[in-house]
């Protein structure tokens, strides 16, 4: 934000809105990508099942939908199930993956 402009809501809600929701959007698709290349597979219904969603300025990446949200959650969180393909803490892993050489302010 101009240094010479007091705070401005509207100002920042179109920075958000505009460029910033872009590139937030591309890192999700990225971070949706990695887990579901780490997501456990039977029959292939979970990875099939990630979304984005975006929600004002928020987006969330999920896994599992209607019935099968129980489902989703237990193969996420159960770190004693043993998976042929994939692991538990997938879309974690995903995000600290991706994440991890960003510097925060």
Do not use: W
């Not at 929701?21 to 990875?47: G, T, Y």
């Not at 959650?73 to 974690?92: M, N, P, S, W, Y």
Request: some cysteine; overall charge positive; charged content about 25%.
């Amino acid at each position: 934000m101009p240094k010479d402009k007091p705070f401005n809501d509207k100002y920042v809600n179109e920075l958000v809105t505009g460029k910033a929701n872009d590139h937030m959007e591309a890192k999700a698709i990225a971070i949706k990508s990695i887990a579901q290349a780490d997501c456990p597979v039977l029959h292939n219904n979970l990875r099939s099942s990630a979304a984005i969603n975006k929600i004002g300025t928020k987006i969330y990446i999920s896994f599992g939908d209607g019935i099968s949200r129980k489902y989703s959650v237990r193969q996420h969180e159960d770190i004693t199930l043993h998976h042929k393909v994939g692991h538990a803490k997938f879309l974690q892993n995903a995000f600290l993956k991706y994440t991890s050489g960003m510097k925060k302010k």
